[in-house]
């Protein structure tokens, strides 16, 4: 069973920068692909961004590209996500998920964080 703990959310202004975190804890995390979700009121879940355990490879949703990048620490079983440029409608709660699978991308995740609310100022 992997516990995924998010952090680091908040207010920020328009054109600004945040990065949230996700810890790990209670399984073998370099074996375990990471990603992170955003759910924006009213609005279903989607996918955002992931990273393979396998090769590192990346993957993003067209909306973020070229402002925001995973990456992971599998010493320290932390998932990042650095959010630059940012815009009002990144304006959501964000969710790490973890899965087996090595493929990075959307689909089923067997585990979730609780979220973190991440707000974008115009």
């Known amino acids: 069973q992997v516990q995924l703990v998010e952090s680091g959310g908040g207010l920020v202004q328009a054109g600004g920068s945040l990065r949230v975190s996700c810890g790990a804890s209670g399984g073998t995390f370099s074996r375990n692909t990471m990603a992170w979700f955003r759910q924006a009121p009213g609005k279903e879940r989607e996918f955002v961004a992931g990273?393979?355990?396998?090769?590192?490879?990346?993957y993003y949703t067209d909306s973020v590209k070229g402002r925001f990048t995973i990456a992971r620490d599998n010493a320290k079983s932390t998932v990042y996500l650095q959010m630059n440029s940012l815009k009002p409608e990144d304006t959501a709660v964000y969710y790490c998920?973890?899965?087996?699978?090595?493929?990075?991308?959307?689909?089923?995740?067997?585990?979730w964080g609780q979220g973190i609310q991440v707000t974008v100022s115009s």
């Open positions: 998920a973890a899965r087996r699978n090595p493929r990075v991308g959307v689909g089923t995740y067997d585990y």
């Open positions: 990273i393979s355990w396998l090769n590192g490879s990346t």
